[in-house]
DNA sequence: CGGATGGATGGCCACGTGGCCATTTGTGCT
DNA sequence: AGCACAAATGGCCACGTGGCCATCCATCCG
């Protein structure tokens, strides 16, 4: 592959003269310049960013671990952070964790290795991978949590507004006069401390009503899971009359039951899941969700990073931004059939 | 950040003797090398992948360039590839082109620039980056194309059967009386020369029917050009009796348009979609499908990769595969109605 | 007891770039 | 013409690693 020694050569002048056609073209002789840019398109030069980044210690790339890049969340996620960042001048290194740390050790253990200048993270649940994070951070490496964060996280991170989340739905199904309400997610508030998960009991409190403990149980954040889970809480002697969906994904599953359970939506059970994903207009009555701002959210961390990343000079205090999301009422839910 | 000579100097050794406890541990005396093992665990040093690839000349590096990582068959892919990769010891670079060929030049030049050993390529439409590529591969960039591939591509490539799969609904839908179908997809044979739409016409004649022009329109594979061309197609005078969509978000379009127009699948209209996307199931009726065996594909797009890479010498034969699509009929297309 | 053998360790350099300093060439002014 | 000064160009080195060659030393055998 040419080197700028090549294009040197090619244009008759000194390496020095040559990579100045690039980076400071304003100090060359005109003429000087036009031949090296023939040259460089001559060879189709294009420089090394490798050596570029051993040079400066510094590369011009960032890793981005999501949960799944199959859920919709992550990959519009994905695709708007990187997106930017490319337009930023990063490339963008890409993992799932699929929410499990020891995964996700591996993909910072790849980030470290590549000398990632930047890592936004969606981090997953078991033993915690704090340590290795903040030895990143020692080094240089910027660090913006999204969608989660450590408690007491010492970085910067961006998230929607769970609590609130949580409140609108429940609040939403207990005016219409909802008094079994199950929520559908992990928990497991000792390893997956889940702002939803935790938020549901307070909110269901908020209304006067009491969490019901057949009704709780810990699942993983996928589709199959909800589904059973589901299913298992339709086939109760006391089933909800209305399901909360914590994740888009796990709404699907729980459709699904609802529909394979010989049940129609609103009419023997509701349901309000997060996420605004497509099928839940493609369904008729079309789903009552709570949308995330997830756009705002990928630009908000982008935003944090290249900040972080900028500064060179000492760390000042983590940012941290919290977005609210909206409840779209369409038709899912209703009031709870009577006994 | 730690580098082998901070290792070397903790445990007492030279630079060399320390990085063999990292390459070529048998070379070491046993305390040798736990002396060095205990320096990089206390130092937490993990080799830059940078410099290693500045001295091999090599990165450890595969770029996957995809039309659009929101489609559901993209982000499989990618997330099988990356899977598969990361446990190959690569990283992977992921940028969407939206199916513009130039916006898919700035991803390869980004790929040049970091000298990525290989690229997994789904192409987009406009003025052909085949140059650059080829200048790519003769610098010994590894190159497979995916799901699309050049006419008289020179480089490996793994391709549903498109002519196949289109025949398999077109004569799936003729055999329930279809005389008037219509294909969504981008007839352009121009710009756009693909598989799906160019066999259409042609699967259309094996049943003894004429394509007709009114069904004809150049869109692009989104879900709102499907959209809006399926409302357009249900408002003329002799609307189709049915539709075949040739990608899965085009489908979910055109299933949201005949819904808004008030008809009923298959009764008023039947609908066929590519891709087995999660909403086809949650419908009712369920819509047929033709499912493409996408991570056989994405596997067998590495498998081609990883041996590309592998092989210093000269170039062997471009490896081509194709991999049969399978229809999955489900209840979304019956008769036509009666006129 | 001396030399051969091989196990163990160390020194050195280049990969392509970017930053820094040095040198050459050109221009304007007295 | 001579000088000052700026414009233009060039030389050199280090970033961290991996490959190659060199050195050291204990052991064994004749």
Avoid: C
Avoid at 94 to 102: H, L
Avoid at 152 to 167: I, K, Q, R, T, Y
Wanted: hydrophobic fraction near 40%; avoid cysteine; proline fraction near 6%.
């Amino acid at each position: 592959m040419a080197t700028i020694k090549d294009v040197a050569r090619r244009a008759g002048v000194s390496p020095t003269t040559a990579k100045r056609a690039i980076r400071e073209p304003e100090l060359l002789a005109k003429d000087t310049l036009a031949r090296v840019r023939h040259a460089i398109d001559e060879l189709g030069y294009v420089p090394d960013a490798v050596a570029g980044a051993l040079r400066r210690g510094r590369t011009q790339t960032v890793g981005l671990i999501v949960g799944n890049v199959l859920e919709a969340f992550f990959a519009r996620l994905s695709r708007t952070i990187s997106k930017q960042l490319h337009q930023a001048g990063y490339s963008v290194l890409i993992a799932d964790n699929e929410y499990r740390t020891d995964l996700e050790l591996q993909a910072l253990q790849m980030l470290h290795s590549q000398r990632a200048a930047g890592i936004i993270l969606r981090s997953g649940y078991g033993a915690s991978n704090l340590g290795y994070l903040q030895r990143l951070r020692a080094n240089g490496t910027a660090i913006v949590e999204i969608d989660y964060h450590y408690p007491n996280s010492p970085f910067s991170w961006v998230m929607l507004d769970n609590a609130g989340a949580v409140v609108q739905g429940v609040k939403h199904l207990a005016a219409l006069g909802h008094r079994r309400i199950a929520a559908l997610g992990a928990y497991d508030p000792e390893r997956n401390p889940e702002d939803r998960s935790l938020s549901f009991e307070r909110a269901l409190a908020d209304v006067g009503l009491r969490p019901r403990a057949e009704y709780r149980r810990v699942i993983t954040l996928t589709e199959s899971e909800a589904y059973d889970l589901t299913r298992d809480l339709l086939a109760l002697p006391e089933p909800p009359t209305a399901i909360l969906s914590l994740t888009g994904n796990q709404g699907a599953g729980a459709y699904r039951a609802i529909r394979e359970a010989g049940l129609t939506v609103p009419r023997d059970v509701s349901l309000v899941t997060f996420d605004n994903y497509s099928w839940t207009q493609l369904v008729e009555p079309q789903i009552d969700v709570i949308e995330q701002p997830v756009d705002d959210m990928a630009l908000a961390s982008i935003e944090i990073l290249l900040d972080l990343m900028d500064r060179s000079g000492p760390a000042a205090e983590p940012a941290r931004r919290v977005f609210p999301a909206r409840l779209l009422v369409r038709g899912s839910s209703g009031p709870p059939p009577l006994d």
